[in-house]
């Protein structure tokens, strides 16, 4: 053989070792990333449990936060109309029962005037 078949035989030789390396380097680089998928799979599914559990709780603490704002706003609208309804009642019984309102009143004035007098 002459140096021209030789040189033809070691470059593609060489080619053949170059393409076999790739094709190794492929392989590996792609059982890598079927065993990093098969590996973060469970992980995957782990957080995602996680962030819906969490979610839930969101949701269960958001609910529960309205339900006592609720009731809260229903607690307050009833202290407020406290003192309305009970001059409208002080009302209605005062045109209802006008001398025992004038009585009850004598009644008041005049307790309140004895307490607060001096005795000196």
Request: hydrophobic content about 40%; aromatic content about 4%; charged content about 20%.
């Amino acid at each position: 053989m002459d140096d021209k078949t030789y040189a033809s035989s070691g470059a593609s030789l060489a080619s053949a070792a170059d393409n076999a390396v790739q094709r190794g380097v492929s392989q590996a680089g792609s059982s890598l990333h079927d065993t990093i998928d098969k590996v973060a799979q469970p992980a995957h599914s782990t957080v995602d449990r996680a962030a819906a559990a969490a979610h839930n709780t969101v949701d269960k603490l958001a609910s529960g936060a309205s339900s006592v704002a609720g009731k809260v706003s229903d607690q307050a609208h009833r202290f407020t109309d406290a003192p309305l309804q009970a001059v409208d009642y002080s009302k209605a019984y005062i045109k209802d029962h006008p001398l025992q309102a004038v009585g009850a009143a004598l009644l008041v004035g005049w307790m309140v005037g004895r307490l607060t007098a001096s005795r000196y």
